[in-house]
């Protein structure tokens, strides 16, 4: 037995303990002077640093990032890391943008060298960014799936993802079988699902790209194995919403399509939920399933506007999502940005709070993995960010007119972006440390 790892890291310091939308002021805490006691990459306890310093062992390594402010890690929860190289394409909508950009960029990871290259450059970028957690969408090749899972086990990072199912509307090049797929699927499941911080999801594209034999086997792989996550897309264009309506005539909606094969439940995962109604999100609510909710794909892609409010209202699980490619950063800071603006146009208010909740706590939540990331309580994973406020010359200048906690976080929301964040930790250890220009180290 090795005697236990500790160190402490200082800076102002906040999470949330709960959700701010129903336990307001009491939904965080904030130390302006913090400390972060870590034992073997765990939390070991949190509290005001002259306090905490005051009993604990001089020698005790201290990491200070005073002047800064530290939160949980970011948890991304949908974005495709295959769709790393053609975000920023130009010009179309769902059904045309999966046709001309990403079915050509996803044929590339038939090469797993390919898929090697692209899975380190997504699992750095993402904790350039600050996000530590994610469930990602590979492509249809077992490869590309072996890939990310080896890129994220190097980092430690915690990353959910799935060979991608599709068996028809879809380029020859990329087409499985319904009996292919699941036999590839369980294969995968066997060899990385629950292998340190690393979990399998059964990955439909979405009901139009899957006959009903390949949902049909999809959703019983999902039922099999208690642990297992279940992503897909759901409700995001209205073409799509038509199409699949066409292809099952007998759902009464398209959600309906995936509740019909067993795929609603605990850690199944649906990006968008814009074109949904109220039995659907009520069916979502009652059997556990959660929502991503993706604003800067939502926009760019002109698929519409998520109802928030509604989904809160009836008790939805509700998580954040860049869905990269069609997402247009891999910063949730400027993903948060875009949620504000859509939430305007709808008529509500995000609050900072509900934001930065929505980014850690929350997202962690929709995932149920609230137990194991999300915030510093004691024995939690010490994944976290480091922001800057003052990473900008903007920035410093608007946050020296900021009064409050809240108008400090906003301001970070809408000006902040991969800039901002000078240090990503993961299980304890810096995993990205943002590099100092000489005018900044002087
Ligand atoms: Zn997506």
Redesign the pocket.
């Known amino acids: 037995m090795s005697t236990p790892h500790l160190h402490a890291v200082r800076g102002e310091i906040l999470h949330f303990i709960a959700d701010p939308a129903s336990a307001g002021e009491a939904a965080f805490e904030h130390f302006a002077d913090g400390l972060l006691l870590l034992r073997d990459g765990h939390v070991a306890e949190l509290g005001p640093a002259p306090e905490l310093l005051a009993r604990l062992p001089a020698e005790l390594p201290l990491t200070d990032h005073r002047g800064k402010l530290i939160l949980p890690g970011f948890v991304d929860t ?1 974005i ?1 890391y295959a769709q790393t190289d053609i975000i920023a394409s130009h010009g179309e909508q769902l059904l045309a943008w999966l046709e001309k950009y990403t079915f050509p960029a996803e044929a590339r990871f038939a090469d797993p060298a390919h898929a090697r290259g692209v899975a380190d450059f997504f699992c750095d970028e993402l904790l350039r960014n600050g996000t530590t957690t994610a469930l990602a ?1 590979a492509t249809v090749h077992a490869a590309s799936v072996d890939a990310l899972f080896e890129a994220a086990l190097a980092r430690r990072m915690r990353m959910i993802t799935g060979k991608v199912l599709m068996d028809r509307h879809c380029p020859d090049f990329l087409r499985d079988t319904a009996a292919g797929g699941d036999a590839e699927s369980k294969a995968l499941i066997e060899r990385w699902h629950g292998r340190d911080r690393l979990q399998y999801a059964v990955t439909p594209r979405f009901a139009a790209t899957s006959t009903p034999e390949q949902m049909r086997l999809a959703g019983r792989l999902y039922a099999e194995h208690p642990g297992l996550y279940l992503q897909s ?1 759901v409700a995001e264009n209205q073409g799509e919403v038509a199409w699949v309506a066409g292809l099952y005539p007998e759902a009464r909606s398209y959600l309906d399509v995936y509740d019909r094969f067993g795929q609603l439940g605990m850690r199944s995962v649906y ?1 968008h939920c814009i074109w949904l109604d109220d039995t659907d999100r009520r069916r979502m609510a009652e059997t556990g399933a959660a929502i991503s909710f993706c604003p800067t794909s939502n926009l760019f892609l002109g698929s519409g506007l998520f109802d928030l409010g509604r989904a809160r209202e009836l008790g939805l699980r509700v998580g954040l999502g860049t ?1 990269v490619g ?1 997402g247009t950063s891999f910063s949730m800071l400027q993903t948060l940005n875009e949620a504000y603006k859509v939430l305007q146009l709808k008529g509500q208010k995000l609050s900072a709070a509900s934001a930065f909740h929505l980014a850690t706590l929350g997202g962690a939540h929709s995932l149920y993995l609230d137990e194991r990331v999300g915030n510093f309580l004691p024995g939690k994973e010490a994944d976290f960010v480091v922001l800057d406020p003052a990473a900008t010359p903007l920035l410093a200048r608007r946050m020296a007119c900021a009064q409050t906690l809240d108008e400090r976080l906003f301001v970070l929301m809408m000006l902040g972006d991969d800039r901002t964040v000078a240090a990503t930790y993961v299980m304890g250890e810096a995993a990205w440390v943002r590099a100092l220009t000489p005018a900044r180290a002087a």
């Open positions: 949908h495709h969408f897309h990006a869905d069609a």
